[in-house]
Structure formats: C-alpha cells, structure tokens
T-cell receptor, first 117, second 114 residues
Framework: AQKITQTQPGMFVQEKEAVTLDCTYD???????LFWYKQPSSGEMIFLIY??????QNATEGRYSLNFQKARKSANLVISASQLGDSAMYFC??????????????FGTGTRLQVTL | EPEVTQTPSHQVTQMGQEVILRCVPI?????FYWYRQILGQKVEFLVS????????KSEIFDDQFSVERPDGSNFTLKIRSTKLEDSAMYFC????????????FGQGTRLTVV
C-alpha cells in the first residue's frame, strides 16, 4: 500500500519569501513517482512538479523545486519568491510504476498555504 | 494548451436519482481516471480506464458506479442511485501513460445530492 503524509494543515508565508511544504511517503514499490498539485479556491487541480524515484537530480519547475530525500522518504515542495497567487491548497501525491499501482495517484491530506503582504 | 474538460460544472440531484458526469480527456492520452474529493478532505482515487476497460478500481467504486467511453472522445462516470454521501467534487483526469506520466485534471464537477 502507498501512503502520503502531509503534516502541515496550514502555512503562512510573506510575499517574496520562500516556503517549504512537507511531504513524506511510504511505499513498497522499488520505483515510483512523486507529484505536487495546486488546488486554488476555484477547485481545479493544477500539476506543478514531478520527481521520479531514480532521478539523480531534484526536480525544478520555475519557482517550484522538490527537495527529494529518498532515504528519509520525503519529497518537500519549495516555493521561492512567494506571490499572492500562490495562496491555495497543495497536495503531494505518488504513483507506483508496477502493475497494480501504476494507475492511481495516492494523495495526502494537503497543506493550505496563505501568502500575506 | 490541451486540457481535460468536464461537464457540468455543478449538478444537484435528488437522492436515488441517476447521474452521469461527463469528461473529454486530452486527445492523445490513453489512460483515464476518476477521482473524488469530499468537501475539505483529500482527493481519493475511484477508477482507472485503459483500452476500453477498467484497469484498477478502489473500494469506493462499488456496483453503484460505472464508467464508459461511448465514443472516441467522451469518458463518463455514472452513479446509478445517488446517496447523500456521494456529494463531492468529482475530477476526471487523463495521462499519456502510467507510471511517471503526470495526470492532467479537469476542473471538476461538484455533485450535490439532496
């Protein structure tokens, strides 16, 4: 079974500052992928960034980077230079790459980020 | 930019009625999914669909639920006899492949059962 844990129900960050959203995971799959999605108040799910378990480097996409520590089973999202539009719910998710786990995404409970002036 | 499209955006239905939620996945994608999110809770997997059949389903996806790809573009989720606890946001998603390919989500259908 796969499990995602997000221990921060809510976070505040000042505009232009960096913020780290925590995510830890558990899986028995030898190969897996980790994803972060953003859900603004309008409700849609927006893909942000992906990290493969065998990727040598941490993933980066613009202001988003993923601090992947495989031994600790953590995949924290770092948002640099926060903007007011970053205020949203953020979900960490994972998907295995073996038959039976390669289809579904397993989501964490989410972290609500509020960016302040 | 291609996107997953869901209709309707909101649906209110009476308990016991059947509802069909519609989705148009991204055209070159092969894998299709339904997820749901009860208000204030996490997103839960319902079912995945590939090559015109269900490839995986969760415990939530019981006999009340069915999925269909009636033509080359639409992907539907049917709930036969809705219950109050079916009230949720339902997301359709699609991806090019399994594994590491990201899933692109539609904007969701908010279903309210009264």
């Amino acid at each position: 079974a796969q499990k995602i844990t997000q221990t921060q129900p809510g976070m505040f960050v000042q505009e232009k500052e960096a913020v780290t959203l925590d995510c830890t995971y558990d899986t028995s799959d030898p190969s897996y992928g980790l994803f972060w999605y953003k859900q603004p108040s309008s409700g849609e799910m927006i893909f942000l960034i992906y990290q493969g378990s065998y990727d040598q480097q941490n993933a980066t996409e613009g202001r988003y980077s993923l601090n992947f520590q495989k031994a600790r089973k953590s995949a924290n999202l770092v948002i640099s230079a926060s903007q007011l539009g970053d205020s949203a719910m953020y979900f960490c998710a994972m998907r295995g790459q073996n038959t039976g786990t390669a289809s579904k995404l397993t989501f964490g409970t989410g972290t609500r980020l509020q960016v302040t002036l | 930019e291609p996107e997953v499209t869901q209709t309707p955006s909101h649906q209110v239905t009476q308990m016991g009625q059947e509802v069909i939620l519609r989705c148009v996945p991204i055209s070159n994608h092969l894998y299709f999914y339904w997820y749901r999110q009860i208000l204030g809770q996490k997103v839960e997997f319902l079912v995945s669909f590939y090559n015109n059949e269900i490839s995986e389903k969760s415990e939530i996806f019981d006999d009340q639920f069915s999925v269909e790809r009636p033509d080359g573009s639409n992907f539907t989720l049917k709930i036969r006899s809705t219950k109050l606890e079916d009230s949720a946001m339902y997301f359709c998603a699609s991806s090019e492949a399994r594994g590491k390919a990201e899933a692109f989500f539609g904007q969701g259908t908010r279903l309210t059962v009264v």
